[in-house]
């Protein structure tokens, strides 16, 4: 199973995109780059692998492996990234209207749970997309 997380926004308050597995979309919320420093900056852009990971705050999750000088980069539930993220991924249903942050979270990573509820490990492109595609 393959990924793809098209960022979009880079906000002071965030950096957006929507991931996209199979024929599945999610919205992800990170925090801003800042340059890679453990649990205040997005990951950086590239492809990794993602594992099954028993989070004891978060539960079943996936964590992103290999990212330099960083470790436990999971998704999980969470609205707003500088309050809800120590540099993971927060997924959600939808862009909150004017705001840097994802709404539905529970929603969203329940299914993207589900959709994975079979597999071990996934690979994951990270890659900026702009102009992007508003329409769908």
């Known amino acids: 199973m393959d990924a793809v997380l098209e960022r979009f926004a880079y906000h002071p308050e965030a950096t957006l995109g929507k991931l996209t597995i199979g024929d599945h979309g999610f919205m992800v919320a990170e925090?801003?780059?800042?340059?890679?420093?453990?649990?205040?900056?997005?990951?950086?852009?590239?492809?990794?692998?993602?594992?099954?990971?028993?989070?004891?705050?978060?539960?079943?999750?996936?964590?992103?492996?290999h990212v330099p000088d960083r470790t436990y980069i999971l998704f999980h539930v969470g609205n707003y990234p500088e309050k809800d993220s120590h540099?993971?991924?927060l997924l959600g249903e939808k862009i909150m209207a004017g705001k840097p942050a994802v709404s539905s979270s529970?929603?969203?990573?329940?299914?993207?749970?589900?959709?994975?509820?079979?597999?071990?490990?996934?690979?994951?492109?990270?890659?900026?997309?702009?102009?992007?595609?508003?329409?769908?």
Request: charge should be positive; include cysteine; aromatic fraction near 16%.
């Open 31 to 65: 925090r801003p780059w800042r340059n890679n420093q453990p649990y205040v900056s997005c990951v950086p852009i590239g492809e990794y692998i993602c594992e099954r990971y028993q989070s004891p705050k978060f539960g079943d999750t996936f964590q992103l492996m």
């Open 87 to 89: 540099g993971c991924l």
């Open 106 to 136: 529970r929603v969203a990573v329940n299914r993207f749970m589900k959709l994975l509820k079979d597999v071990q490990s996934f690979s994951l492109k990270i890659k900026d997309s702009f102009p992007y595609d508003w329409s769908e």
